[in-house]
Nanobody, 125 residues
Framework: QVQVIESGGGLVQAGDSLRLSCAASGRTFRRHQMAWFRRAPGKEREFLAA????????NYSDSVKGRFTISADTTKNTVYLQMNELKPEDTAQYYC??????????????????WGQGTQVTVSS
């Protein structure tokens, strides 16, 4: 069983940067692909980015490519989401998720076996 816990959310102004962290634990977490999602008010959960612990595979959604960077630190068992040039529309609850290697689309929620409780990011204009 893999557990993930997010942290790092907060209230920032438009144009600011913020880094979210996702601490992973469990016997098999290194076998899992890690991802970040977000859910804005009134919207469905949206895939943002995914990474493997080896760093060989990194993927982004078009909505955040170029502004957000996902990375994995194996020494700290933590995955990060560096968010730059934040916009009010980035306001959402951000979630970390983990799944075993799969051919399913990265955006398919049901392919992820572990989810965190989320961390709130609010961007003011």
């Amino acid at each position: 069983q893999v557990q993930v816990i997010e942290s790092g959310g907060g209230l920032v102004q438009a144009g600011d940067s913020l880094r979210l962290s996702c601490a992973a634990s469990g016997r098999t977490f290194r076998r899992h692909q890690m991802a970040w999602f977000r859910r804005a008010p009134g919207k469905e959960r949206e895939f943002l980015a995914a990474v493997t612990w080896s760093g060989e595979s990194v993927n982004y959604s078009d909505s955040v490519k170029g502004r957000f960077t996902i990375s994995a630190d194996t020494t700290k068992n933590t995955v990060y989401l560096q968010m730059n040039e934040l916009k009010p529309e980035d306001t959402a609850q951000y979630y970390c998720a983990a799944r075993l290697p799969s051919n399913a689309p990265l955006s398919w929620l049901k392919s992820y076996s572990a989810w965190g409780q989320g961390t709130q990011v609010t961007v003011s204009s």
